[in-house]
């Protein structure tokens, strides 16, 4: 997906041109529609906020300039995304809209000029922290807490009642008996997503990726006592029903007085340079801030001039979000250090002088490969400037010149792995230095770690800190080892309690009945993905099939080549290999492949594509099906594709399907074709 961040936006000339707009916008409305479930509804988040906006105002700008081309489904018309399902659907009596996203001073101020031309020059404006959590509305009867819901996609969204009761700053009755419907940001304190971090990993769990997500998540527990541990907290800032008043501050007095928790900083301005200073302010004091923020909201205070300016499908018009650009520090690499992967890759690892970088501590980053250290000149002691990729991924972009004193050192490649001191190989036509020797200790780790994750074996409570105190017990020399662990060997690791170490060997043991594709996931192969394991699970009756299967045996199956045809055959030829496939099986792992178990060849020699939101069954589940019939499951659509199965919401693949004129058919149509 990052690929598409890169491409250059251009601007169409005539009418020859509106293949290519097509083309943008199709692309376009994929990536957002992609990046909006990432976020919506499985509260992952891979790019920032900021580059996330830019897609978005680029869609608009196309749709504004080519109207006719705006498809009736286009993400600009919708606010959030659908809901998960897990809790009753509530139909919000007020749209929950979003914010239009400015990304400049110039935007705003243009913003600020049209509202003073319509209203006059002393018009008021409203500039407040933007909270950086998860939108609710709570509804409050003869002042009783009687309902909360998340935003949804605007219209609808989903009843967490109880959860929302866990909130301390969640008031079950108000000072008044007024009958009220409010909207607010529910967010995790920087305090607690620490705490909560330091806790899951101590106990060998995935930590979570950042506070946004980790409320969100919360959010959507069905675990009442696991909300109320997170210590939730919540900021309201507008009234949507129930309550009249004049101005947006009059209403917000309103809501401190019967007992609601309001947004802290708010600022009433007039003229756009003090509402510039007011969004520069809010900049400054981002580090600071007990809680994280994505930007600058700018309201109108007037509410009878909002009802005047009205709204559009998906924004009021009265309201902009300034957005500030990713964020950026200053910091000092105080050395270079290497990591080995699971695969034997050496990587660059830069240590910093801690530096807190859009929420989170950062002391640790990868330098990605020796070329990229050198490209940029990198050196030990040097000044640099971090940036957080997504707001997840910590990187160095770039090295600050100026505030070199020449006493930096300049970093030299290693030549031997770092851990085992095996002579390290660089292979031809890569940019990466490998260690060759598969007993390294260091590739024990990271394959240990790459076995028991969620794609792989998902071995629950097996986290870095357990594989790591299990290795230097000498517990574990390889992931086989993993099965042979025992009570006593578990549950006197340190942090680790009884009750923990009972867990993760159920999560053991409920793991050898995985299908094969996740346990040759888990084994590491070079070049073989999920994709492949899959592939190799469903042309082999079993492992041993595959391991004494030739080089042109799997060099014919459908989607390999060579490379990936020569990998699987070393590393089946290995001696340690077929070690630990005998300890494997000696414990009872599956090792029978999916070969027989196909239902049916009725959809055999034919390729689907899925698209769209379905009610009966997952995407996922959908593939599973149509593979059990032997067909084929596909990403992208091409001349290739025979059908495109589509549900509700359909995007770009369903425009495509159209274009090329591929047979596009509904989840009941699939169903009839393997009756």
């Given amino acids: 997906m990052s690929d598409f961040l890169q491409m250059d936006f251009f601007e169409p000339s005539n009418d020859e ?16 529609n992609y990046y909006n479930k990432k976020y919506y509804e499985e509260d992952e988040n891979e790019i920032s906020d900021y580059a996330y906006d830019k897609l ?13 081309l705006k498809q009736k489904d286009s993400p600009t018309t919708k606010v959030g995304g659908k809901t998960k399902k897990i809790f009753e659907e509530v139909t919000h009596n007020v749209q929950m809209q979003s914010l239009q996203d400015v990304f400049s001073f110039e935007e705003v101020e243009d913003f600020v000029d049209k509202v003073c031309e319509e209203f006059g020059k002393d018009t008021e404006f409203v500039v407040e922290t933007k909270i950086d959590g ?8 003869n002042g009783i807490l009687v309902r909360g819901s998340t935003r949804g996609d605007g219209f609808v969204g989903e009843d967490i009642t109880q959860n929302v009761m866990q909130i301390k700053d969640i008031p079950h009755r108000l000072n008044s008996n007024d009958t009220v419907e409010i909207r607010g940001e529910v967010y995790l304190p920087r305090k607690e997503f620490e705490r909560i971090n330091n806790l899951l990993l101590s106990q060998g769990k995935q930590q979570l990726a950042n506070p946004r997500n980790a409320a969100a998540g919360t959010l959507r527990q069905l675990n009442t006592e696991l909300v109320k541990s997170r210590n939730l ?29 309001t947004i802290e900083y708010m600022k009433k301005c007039i003229g756009k340079e003090q509402v510039i200073d007011a969004i520069k302010e809010i900049g400054t004091l981002r580090d600071s801030l007990l809680y994280d923020i994505d930007g600058a909201v700018i309201n109108v205070n007037n509410l009878a001039y909002r009802v005047e300016m009205g709204k559009t499908e998906k924004v009021p018009k009265w309201s902009v979000a300034y957005k500030y650009p990713p964020e950026r520090k200053e910091t000092k690499v105080l050395d270079i250090i290497m990591q080995v992967g699971r695969t034997g890759q050496v990587t660059p690892m830069a240590v910093l002088e801690p530096v807190r970088v859009a929420g989170s501590v950062i002391s640790k980053t990868t330098l990605h490969n020796f070329d990229y250290i050198e490209e940029k000149d990198i050196r030990i002691g ?20 100026d505030k070199r004193d020449n006493l930096e050192e300049r970093f030299l490649p290693p030549t031997v792995c770092p851990v085992c001191g095996e002579i390290l190989e660089r292979e031809e036509d890569t940019v990466a230095l490998r260690c060759t020797n598969s007993e390294c200790p260091a590739q024990v780790y990271r394959s240990i770690i790459h076995f028991a994750s969620r794609d792989c074996m998902d071995i629950s409570g097996l986290g870095e800190s357990i594989v790591e105190q299990l290795i230097d017990k000498s517990l574990l020399d390889d992931v086989a080892d993993i099965y042979y662990l025992k009570y006593d060997d578990i549950v006197g690791l340190e942090r680790f309690a009884k009750k923990s170490a009972v867990n993760l060997l159920d999560a053991i043991n409920i793991s050898k009945s995985n299908s094969l594709d996740k346990l040759l996931f888990g084994l590491g192969i070079r070049h073989i993905g999920k994709r492949a394991s899959k592939i190799l699970a469903e042309n082999f009756e079993d492992i041993y099939k595959l391991m004494d299967a030739d080089f042109e045996e799997i060099n014919a199956l459908e989607d390999f080549g060579e490379t990936m045809a020569e990998s699987v055959v070393e590393f089946f030829s290995k001696e340690k290999t077929r070690e630990i496939i005998k300890k494997l099986e000696d414990v009872g792992v599956n090792l029978k492949g999916n070969k027989s178990s196909k239902e049916s060849e009725k959809l055999k020699d034919k390729t689907f594509v899925i698209t769209g939101s379905f009610d009966k069954y997952t995407r996922n589940e959908i593939s599973e099906i149509i593979e059990k019939h032997s067909g084929k499951v596909s990403s992208t659509v091409s001349k290739k594709t025979d059908f495109v199965v589509v549900g509700e919401d359909a995007g770009s693949k369903l425009t495509k399907a159209q274009e090329l004129g591929i047979e596009t058919i509904n989840l009941e149509e699939l169903e009839d074709m393997i009756k």
């Fill in 134 to 141: 998860l939108s609710v509305s709570l509804e409050y009867e």
């Fill in 382 to 401: 040097d000044t640099v400037i971090i940036e957080k990729a997504g707001d997840v991924i910590p990187e160095v972009v770039g090295v600050v010149l």
């Fill in 17 to 32: 041109e509106r293949k290519k707009v097509i083309d943008e916008m199709q692309l376009l409305i994929k990536q957002i």
């Fill in 56 to 68: 978005t105002v680029r869609l608009r700008e196309l749709e504004a300039k080519y109207p006719d």
């Fill in 233 to 261: 907290s919540i900021f309201v800032f507008t009234i949507l029903k129930g309550m009249q008043f004049t101005t947006d501050t009059e209403s917000l007095e309103y809501l401190k007085s019967v007992g609601i928790k």
